[in-house]
């Protein structure tokens, strides 16, 4: 079974320009998660959706950063501009929502360099 | 705002030897799990634990919860150099909103032959 897709893999950029992450949630699972990875600030969440729906997005840096789920197998991260300080990897996980102790699955991350 | 913090940030230990590796908080959690990062990849889960004073055992890990819910500990057994990542422990709040997680800074474990 394919597991959490997430394109590109690497991404490099020049400060300024718009940036697009896409992710497929594992089919049949209801809620989906963003996540960015930096060595100084570890796994932080940015924003999740259970059934497509935004629920948290308190995570979400700065205005600069948008996510949108227009359907249940496919959800977008944009950076628009984006600063070097956006450098990190960007996860994409997903899980069946069923109670307190879901498992998340997670995709294999972009690597993005803002130059 | 509820936080995990893990210790040791980093470990680096021969083969064979034994570590612990522990996830404190001031809140308590409805369930707390561990996960292990390769290089390039994303977590994955190991274990997780619901029910405080739960022990949970896999292979040369044991996995433990807090009676009072508020920390867990891993525990590696003979370490071999393949145990080698970064291993996450991640809860999941009382009022859990959706299945939302948080996780600890993690612990970069490196295991030499």
């Known amino acids: 079974d394919a597991g959490v897709i997430q394109s590109p893999r690497h991404e490099v950029t020049e400060m300024g320009q718009e940036v697009t992450l896409r992710c497929k949630p594992i089919?049949?699972?209801?809620?989906l998660f963003w996540y960015r990875q930096t060595m100084m600030r570890g796994l932080e969440l940015l924003i999740y959706?259970?059934?497509?729906?935004?629920?948290?997005d308190s995570g979400m840096p700065e205005d600069r950063f948008s996510a949108k789920m227009p359907n249940a197998s496919f959800s977008t991260l944009k950076i628009q501009p984006s600063e070097p300080r956006d450098s990190a990897v960007y996860f994409c996980?997903?899980?069946?929502?069923?109670?307190?102790?879901?498992?998340?699955?997670f995709g294999p991350g972009t690597r993005l360099t803002v130059l | 705002t509820q936080l995990l913090e893990q210790s040791p940030q980093f470990l680096s230990i021969q083969e064979g030897e034994n570590l612990t590796v522990y996830c404190n908080s001031s809140?308590?959690?409805?369930?707390l799990q561990w996960y292990r990062q390769e290089p390039g990849e994303g977590p994955v889960l190991l274990v997780t634990?619901?029910?405080?004073?739960e022990v949970k055992k896999l292979k040369r890990l044991t996995f433990q919860f807090g009676d009072a819910r508020k920390d867990s500990s891993l525990h590696i057994t003979a370490a071999q150099p393949g145990d080698t990542g970064l291993y996450l422990c991640?809860?999941?709040?009382?009022?859990?909103?959706?299945?939302?997680?948080?996780f600890g800074q993690g612990t970069e474990l490196s295991v030499k032959p």
């Open positions: 996980a997903s899980s069946f929502r069923r109670g307190s102790a879901d498992t998340q699955y």
């Open positions: 089919s049949g699972h209801n809620s």
């Open positions: 959706f259970n059934n497509n729906v935004p629920i948290d």
């Open positions: 809140s308590v959690f409805s369930s």
């Open positions: 634990v619901v029910t405080g004073g």
């Open positions: 991640a809860g999941g709040p009382r009022n859990n909103q959706g299945g939302k997680l948080i």
